[in-house]
């Protein structure tokens, strides 16, 4: 990834973060690696061949974003949902094989890899199921609908020999990327604190999707889509908003904490589960029989910072991730910096004699002995620099995830978010909801693999 700087520099006499001293902005576009353009287009005996399981919400855009890579080629597509039958052919606009069981494309000889974006109660089965058929998959987070469900994964990975990708598409973002490694060079000191706040105020984005007309028994495989989750009889709304509900989603921590841990993770150099997180939330709106509360704040113990995760589904609000160390801050996203970061730096001093409550002798000779040894002389003081890193306008983080996955299929190149790394996510995302649910501080027990209260 190259950067460009652009023409704007300004200077700002105060600036948030900085205390005294001049603060001048810098802005920095990053340019991302041209994606998938290969010296030469690859031979025809190089292309890859891949088959999708479900075209739901995300299914829906990964299979535009895949079809558009070079080298890549969907010949396949498997959903339970005739009107998502007819968007897969829509979006392939080429004759593709069409199904309802995903077995079919698993004994595809000539089909290398699997996309899944299937809800979450599917994932498991489906992942064990790809990688015993030698196919290598890419699905979508959180990679595991229960605790449980991470190390089998695992160890079916290892065992054939299969490249797992998860689908939270933070590490492939140039973003990311750029920050992890500002980070790593301490260019805010020691992070000792992240922030991550979100909201919504809309029923869509509380999960109330438009349930389409023509849903029905006789358009959906009701009992398979169900899969291993409780027999129910067949229900719109929990076939259209199932993440609201516990049988097939996490709610808030699965569907939107996980982005922010998989971000953490990665930027942090996150290799394990968080030792402990406490949970508080509610339900204060959306009475619709769900299961998950719609406001929800959790605060994770790593062993060398703290984490705190707020979203709410009431009320509007831009998302921001703010990574806090003792030389300044990295803020990711907000009003100023949507599609960027901005990192304000701070010298951690002090900038003012510090004597509270001192007689005003003492306090006056102590303030002048301050002042003479840590005065900058006119003319010396130097600007502080913020600086501003953005996303060129077009830039979208899931082709690169795509892109990377497609590279790992053909040259065995370990994934960029791999099961180990999934499932560190996972596994935060699920101490989320067992403290909320057992109003508990969630403890992971590493030894037992499990999760304990405390
Ligand atoms: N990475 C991201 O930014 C992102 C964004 C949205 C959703 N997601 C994830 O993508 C996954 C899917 O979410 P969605 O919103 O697209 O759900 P969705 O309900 O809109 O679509 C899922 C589709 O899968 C089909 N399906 C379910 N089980 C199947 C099976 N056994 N065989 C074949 N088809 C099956 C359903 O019929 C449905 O059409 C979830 O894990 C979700 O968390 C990720």
């Known amino acids: 990834m190259g950067q460009k700087r652009i023409t704007r520099r300004s200077f700002m006499g105060k600036a948030a973060g900085v205390t005294g001293g001049m603060m001048a902005a810098r802005s920095i576009m990053l340019e991302a690696t041209p994606i998938g353009l290969p010296a030469h287009p690859p031979a025809p005996s190089d292309t890859i061949r891949f088959g999708i399981i479900g075209v739901g919400m995300r299914g829906g855009g990964l299979l535009p974003a895949?079809?558009?890579?070079?080298?890549?080629?969907?010949v396949a597509a498997c959903e339970l949902y005739t009107s998502r039958q007819e968007l897969a052919k829509q979006i392939v606009g080429k004759p593709i094989q069409i199904t309802e069981r995903y077995q079919d494309l698993l004994d595809r000889k000539d089909i290398d890899c699997i996309l899944a974006p299937v809800p979450d109660h599917w994932h498991e089965r489906i992942v064990l199921d790809c990688c015993k058929a030698g196919k290598d998959v890419y699905v979508e987070k959180p990679m595991t609908h229960e605790v449980q469900q991470g190390f089998p994964i695992i160890d079916a990975a290892k065992k054939y020999n299969r490249i797992v990708q998860?689908?939270?598409?933070?590490?492939?973002?140039?973003?990311?990327?750029?920050?992890?490694?500002?980070?790593?060079?301490?260019?805010?000191?020691?992070?000792?604190?992240?922030?991550?706040?979100?909201?919504?105020?809309?029923?869509?984005?509380a999960w109330r999707y438009a349930i389409p007309p023509n849903l029905s028994p006789q358009t959906l495989n009701w009992t398979t889509w169900l899969g291993s989750a409780p027999k129910r009889p067949f229900s719109k709304e929990r076939f259209t908003r199932w993440r609201c509900w516990e049988d097939y989603g996490e709610g808030?921590?699965?569907?939107?904490?996980?982005?922010?841990?998989?971000?953490?993770?990665?930027?942090?150099?996150?290799?394990?589960?968080?030792?402990?997180?406490?949970?508080?939330?509610?339900?204060?709106?959306?009475?619709?029989?769900?299961?998950?509360?719609?406001?929800?704040?959790?605060?994770?113990?790593?062993?060398?910072?703290?984490?705190?995760?707020?979203?709410?589904?009431?009320?509007?609000?831009?998302?921001?991730?703010?990574?806090?160390?003792?030389?300044?801050?990295?803020?990711?996203?907000?009003?100023?910096?949507?599609?960027?970061?901005t990192i304000m730096p701070q010298d951690g001093k002090n900038h003012n004699p510090c004597a509270p409550a001192w007689p005003s002798e003492m306090e006056a000779a102590y303030s002048k002995?301050?002042?003479?040894?840590?005065?900058?002389?006119?003319?010396?003081?130097?600007?502080?620099?913020?600086?501003?890193?953005?996303?060129?306008?077009?830039?979208?983080?899931?082709?690169?995830?795509?892109?990377?996955?497609?590279?790992?299929?053909?040259?065995?190149?370990?994934?960029?978010?791999?099961?180990?790394?999934?499932?560190?996510?996972?596994?935060?995302?699920?101490?989320?909801?067992?403290?909320?649910?057992?109003?508990?501080?969630?403890?992971?027990?590493?030894?037992?693999?499990k999760l304990t209260s405390a």
């Open 66 to 74: 895949a079809i558009k890579l070079p080298g890549v080629e969907c």
């Open 166 to 205: 998860v689908g939270s598409q933070e590490p492939s973002s140039m973003l990311y990327t750029k920050a992890r490694e500002l980070m790593q060079q301490g260019v805010i000191g020691d992070v000792c604190l992240v922030e991550s706040t979100m909201g919504r105020n809309s029923p869509c984005g």
């Open 252 to 341: 808030i921590s699965g569907d939107l904490f996980i982005h922010s841990l998989t971000g953490i993770h990665y930027a942090m150099d996150v290799q394990a589960p968080p030792k402990r997180a406490a949970t508080m939330g509610g339900l204060f709106r959306w009475h619709d029989g769900r299961d998950f509360p719609d406001v929800m704040t959790t605060v994770y113990d790593y062993p060398n910072f703290r984490a705190m995760l707020r979203v709410t589904l009431n009320t509007s609000e831009s998302e921001v991730y703010r990574f806090m160390g003792t030389h300044g801050i990295l803020e990711m996203g907000g009003i100023e910096n949507p599609r960027g970061f």
């Open 369 to 449: 002995k301050w002042h003479a040894e840590h005065d900058t002389p006119p003319g010396e003081a130097k600007a502080i620099e913020s600086v501003s890193y953005y996303a060129p306008p077009d830039y979208d983080s899931t082709s690169e995830h795509l892109w990377n996955f497609f590279q790992s299929v053909r040259t065995r190149r370990p994934s960029i978010e791999g099961p180990e790394f999934g499932n560190n996510a996972a596994i935060a995302c699920h101490m989320a909801n067992y403290a909320y649910f057992h109003n508990a501080i969630a403890v992971w027990d590493h030894e037992a693999r």
